[in-house]
């Protein structure tokens, strides 16, 4: 077996496995500190049962991300170990900086915070979630720093084969970073948004806790509606940017073979089984220019065009992506995009019309759309990392050079195997959990001196004195 | 002192660190399944929860010190992270499973009370835990002794080479002080039965731990170049490691838990530091060529890179013993035996 395909297919797998918890985790943690603090402030009981409630899913989904987050690390050096060394005087540092700034932040507040509710004040008890929030969102700014690098590479020479650090600076100052990283920010505040809005709505649709679930929803879909505009806003500032960056991901994005001026938009195109050329295509014309340069004309170069200039510039080979992929995933998310932005800006206007209880169609549909981030999350990632094949870091390193030499195909697809049987039991069980306590909503009565939950059960109290 | 140096230092520190953070939370996941039993199954998991309730608000900060150096190492010394990684793949592999089915376990068992999915994450725990302290000792062993490194600085002896009797030994004596580790803390953590069976846990521990640490020291005479690095008269590093794994069982045999966990903090930190004595300047010796061994110099990053990742060293791991320290501060007290009380 290839190690290259193996190697790939398994950082595919783990990645977007992992993703499927980050957002979560980036996005809630803000929520449940947003609700603790209003408990501090307001000292009112339903604040805390509501922090008590999200907080339980939380370190729940908290748990899946911190472990499948190792493996991440663990990887470059495993089956990417000649990526390792070509970029490590870049890439390494600012994982180390994750590490340092931002995991021992989060998972040191975390224990304090599931463990604290009678060793700590209420501010403090409060401060240890912000915490938690901020290391996580941190976490994510580092991890896009590194993955910005393999984007747009800057602050760095070429010195004895391996890139260098020249410009620290730079690297945090790449352009990319600053939109990749309100991007995904906003990508998991909207998760979290719609996951407290779909959670709610189960429990608003049969009258249940209703004063906790309403008033989780309307805290949510403040947030959430914020969430999407942003997301939109960003988003397309982020398309407009690889006009100049990466050329090639834009024009596979777009399904475009040939350069155009002006450029149409492809509203479907179809292209033949060896992904080369297309047989069939709806166009709107001049729409596509429109969206990058804010006016209706402007040339955006075609895949064909691309394919000859980067052979000229970096020697023969084939410089196009799988268009399919690139474009589908690039479909799929800017169309839940969409649909999160009218659906967000519609849980706004249900809050403020005062009438989330009484719309038993509205909270349906918000159930459902509890899954839409998560699809959103993945394919936007796939369009950002099949985008760059067959780079590994954009113009200096090919994927096929930055695997690790000496190990086999064999030894490779153990821990494919291995990954994906554990990753696949593992969902199993957090699924089963969080719909477990999801359904079963906050406990009845939240006495502060004895916890009413069943034996047995967790329980946020301790009293260990 | 060159920055080099001082990275190497700084590794070196997170591995001990990482080893008697999480070497006592490894061990109390080995002793579960045989301390945590009672009469009866309401008992035995009361015993359970309150044992793992003890490592409750540490567990996952002490796995992050493993992540640090992992980053710190890619971060300062790539080439070395790169060769590393990718050589003991098979047991970073288990290694990695381990990590994640003990950590997963850890979070969910308590909360489903159905007495099967207990069962499996107990199981979970404990053979985590073990394979864990393991692996990780059978890594260090193989770093000791030196693997075949080729003049690419990769690694090119497969999987088979790295399971040699040494490296198994340094793994078993890894699992065996855990153990030992383990059965302190929870000595000291407990109250009641629980207490007891720990304190008598940790006598029994304290001897196969400071067999196979002898042992290893023996082997680690014959099967590295131990003798030549440091002499027939090691100094005193390997030495007052040694020592304090003997005070360590005179501790224990008074009841002085927290003189018996320094002592165990002790030889763990100190046996650590005897590995990278042997090693600097080296970070992996080739046992091919001495040539093709990566060192500190030609497996690092570029001098620009290491003084970047000095600055933020010298801000955040001082802030982070703070905090981490003060955690541990808040959570002293013992745990008991009373259901409503624990959160786990």
Known sequence: ?465 | MDLNTVWFILIAVLYIGFFILEGFDFGVGMLLPFLGRGETKEETDLKRRVILNTIGPFWDGNEVWLLTAGGATFAAFPLWYATMFSGFYLPFLFLLVALIMRGIAIEFRSKDENPKWRKLWDWSIFAGSLVSALLLGVAFANLARGVPIDANMNYVGGFWYLLNPYALLGGITTVAIFALHGAIFLSMKTTGDLRESAQRAAWRLWIPAVITLLLLLVATYMSTDFLTRLGINPGIIPITGIVAAFLCGYFVRRNRFGWAFGMTSITIAFSLTTLFLMLYPNVMISTIDPAYSLTIYNASSSPYTLRIMTIVALIFVPLILLYQGWTYWIFRKRIKAEPQSLTY
Do not use: C
Not at chain 1, 340 to 360: C, K, N, P, T
């Open chain 1, 1 to 465: 077996m290839d190690p290259i395909i193996l190697a790939r297919l398994q950082f595919a797998i783990v990645t977007v496995y992992h993703f499927f918890f980050v957002p979560l985790t980036l996005g809630l943690s803000i929520i449940v500190a947003l609700m603790e603090t209003f408990y501090v402030r307001t000292g009112r009981e339903v604040f805390k049962t509501m922090t008590k409630f999200w907080g339980k899913l939380f370190v729940i989904n908290f748990a899946m991300g911190v472990v499948t987050g190792i493996v991440q690390e663990f990887q470059f050096g495993m089956n990417w170990a000649d990526y390792s060394r070509f970029v490590g005087d870049i890439f390494g540092a600012p994982l180390a900086i994750e590490a340092l700034m931002a995991f021992f932040l989060e998972s040191v507040f975390l224990g304090v915070w599931i463990f604290g509710w009678k060793r700590l004040s209420k501010g403090m008890h409060a401060v240890a979630i912000w915490l938690v929030a901020i290391g996580s969102n941190f976490s994510a700014l580092w991890i896009l720093i590194a993955n910005s690098f393999m984007q747009q590479p800057v602050g760095y020479a070429i010195e004895n084969g391996r890139a260098v650090m020249t410009d620290f600076i730079a690297l945090i100052l790449n352009p990319k970073v600053w939109l990749m990283f309100p991007h995904t920010i906003s990508a998991g505040l909207a998760t979290a948004a719609f996951f407290v809005m779909g959670i709610s709505a189960y429990h608003l649709l049969r009258k249940q806790n209703v004063e906790v679930f309403n008033r989780s929803f309307k805290i949510a879909a403040i947030i959430g509606a914020i969430a999407v505009v942003m997301i939109a806003l960003n988003g397309h500032s982020q398309t407009q940017q690889l006009v100049d960056t990466q050329p090639m991901k834009l024009a596979a994005a777009e399904a475009l073979w040939e350069t155009e001026d002006p450029a149409s938009l492809s509203i479907l195109t179809i292209g033949d089984l060896s992904q080369t050329k297309e047989i069939f295509s709806i166009r709107i014309p001049n729409l596509l220019s429109f969206l990058l340069f804010n006016q209706f004309y402007g040339e955006v170069e075609g895949i064909y065009d691309l394919q000859a200039e980067y052979e000229q510039l970096y020697g023969s080979g084939n410089y196009i992506p799988p268009v399919a992929i690139v474009y589908w995933s690039f479909r799929v998310m800017v169309g839940v995009g969409i649909l999160l932005l009218i659906l967000g800006l519609y849980g706004l206007f249900l809050v403020m019309r005062d009438s989330v209880e009484a719309s038993s169609t509205g909270l349906k549909l918000f159930i459902l759309a509890l899954f839409l981030p998560y699809l959103a999350n993945s394919a936007g990632w796939m369009m950002t990392e099949i985008g760059r094949v067959p780079w590994i870091v954009f113009g200096l390193m090919k994927i096929e050079d930055g695997i690790s030499p000496t190990v086999p195909g064999s030894m490779v697809l153990t821990s494919l195997v291995l990954f994906t049987l554990v990753y696949a039991a593992l969902m199993v069980a957090d699924i089963y959990l969080l719909k477990k306590y999801a359904k079963a909503g906050p406990p009845a009565a939240d006495d502060d001196d004895k916890d009413s939950a069943p034996e047995g059960e967790i329980s946020f109290v301790s009293t260990q004195d």
